[in-house]
């Protein structure tokens, strides 16, 4: 009996060992994740352990960090974010990224990362039918008071900030814990 306990007991452990972990897989079998530079993002984990896993939001993970909005954009929210890939921080005029990025703009620096983010979780349908409601365009206040103008080209969503610049949302309705991340590859710049 005392062989047969054993035995068990070590097919037990190595079972244990060598199964290979699947709580990845399970977890992204049971959530809808969408994958944003090759990482996929939760809709259970919130907008910082998201962004902070994509390879596609390195520079945006930088200016979140250098500003110190790490905490605001991990609370309870909701927030809709129009996240900065890195190609759209590549079209900014060389040197602008990272003199953002210095500690004595960081006042600036916030100011423009407030400003790709709404109080709200605001996903496409929402946007989509705020659009249709209003005949074709649709403004939001954004966290910073400024205002973003949406509108629609083809069944996508566009997005034109006060400057005019414009930007097509890459990928929509990416739901976190406390929102929504809309990818995006423009910066905004306020006022």
């Known amino acids: 009996m005392k062989l047969k306990n054993l035995t068990l007991i ?15 897989a399970q977890t ?3 959530e ?4 944003v530079g090759g990482a996929a993002m939760y809709p259970s984990k919130n907008i910082v352990e998201n962004a902070f896993n994509s390879k596609d939001l390195t520079p945006l993970v930088a200016a979140v960090k250098a500003a110190g909005l790490v905490e605001k954009l991990q609370s309870e929210g909701p927030f809709s974010l129009f996240a900065v ?7 900014l005029p060389d ?3 990272e003199t953002l990025l210095k500690e004595d703009n960081k006042g600036t620096l916030t100011a ?10 605001f996903n496409a349908k929402d946007v989509s039918a705020a659009i249709k409601k209003n005949k074709g365009k649709a403004e939001m206040k954004t ?3 400024g205002t973003l103008t949406f509108w629609k080209k083809g069944g996508d969503i566009y997005v034109t900030d006060e400057n005019g610049n414009r930007t097509k949302v890459t990928i ?10 809309q990818v995006i590859d423009t910066v905004f710049k306020p006022k």
């Open 10 to 24: 070590r097919v037990t452990v190595i079972t244990f060992v060598f199964t290979p972990n699947l709580g990845h």
């Open 143 to 145: 966290v910073s008071g």
């Open 28 to 30: 992204a079998k049971k």
């Open 95 to 97: 040197g602008n990224a």
């Open 85 to 91: 890939t890195n190609a759209a921080f590549d079209k």
């Open 32 to 35: 809808k994740a969408v994958e």
């Open 172 to 181: 929509a309705d990416v739901n976190q814990s406390n929102g929504v991340i």
């Open 112 to 121: 423009v990362l407030i400003y790709h983010v709404l109080a709200g979780k």
